[in-house]
C-alpha cells in the first residue's frame, strides 16, 4: 500500500528529499506562489513549523507556476519566501499540481483525499505519522485555523 513516503522530491539546492526520512513525522505539504495573494500565508506555516518542528512537525513548501502566479525562477522564489516571510522550513524545486505534467505526490494526494484537481494555490494536505491522509485543506483556510486537527495528529 502506497504512503507518502513512498515519494521524493527535489529541494532548492539541488538535493534529493526523501519524504521516507520523515517517516513517523506529521507533514503539511503545501503548494505554493511568491506573488499569490494567498503568499502572506507562508507566515502562518512558518509560525506552525517553529511552533511544532520540535514534535514532529515538517511541512513542505512545493512551489508550482500553474496558476501563473511564481517567480521566473527556483532561486528567486527561495530569496523572496525567506526574505518576506521568514520561511525555513523545506521547499522544493517547481512542480506541477495538476495534467500531464503532475508531480506523482500531488496525484497522490488527491486520490487520497477524494477530491480531484488542484483548483488554486496553498491547497494543504495535512499527513499523519502513518504516512496516510489526514485531510485536505482550501486554499482559503488559513495555517492557524488547522492548528488543532495538527496538533491533534502530534499528539499520536
Known sequence: MT??????ETEMN?????????????LLIVNTASKCGLAPQLEGLEKLYKKYRDQG???????????????????????????HYGVTFP??????????QEDPLFTYLKEASGHGKI?????????????????????????E?????LSQALSH
Not at 539541488?14 to 506529521?26: A, C, E, S, T
Not at 502566479?69 to 527561495?78: H, I, M, P, S, V
Not at 521547499?91 to 500531464?100: C, E, I, Q
Not at 494555490?121 to 482550501?138: E, Q, S
Open 91 to 100: 521547499m522544493t524545486k517547481r512542480v506541477a499540481v495538476n495534467g500531464d
Open 145 to 149: 485555523a488547522i492548528e488543532e486537527t
Open 3 to 8: 504512503t507518502v513516503y513512498d515519494f521524493s
Open 14 to 26: 539541488d538535493q534529493p528529499l526523501n519524504l521516507k526520512d520523515y517517516q513517523g513525522k506529521v
Open 57 to 83: 512537525l515538517v511541512v513542505l513548501g512545493l512551489p508550482s507556476n500553474q496558476f501563473h502566479q511564481e517567480l521566473e525562477n527556483d532561486e528567486k522564489t527561495e530569496e523572496y519566501c525567506q526574505l
Open 119 to 143: 483548483k488554486w494555490n496553498y491547497t494543504k494536505f495535512l499527513v499523519g505519522r502513518d504516512g496516510k491522509l489526514i485531510h485536505r485543506y482550501a486554499p482559503i483556510t488559513k495555517p
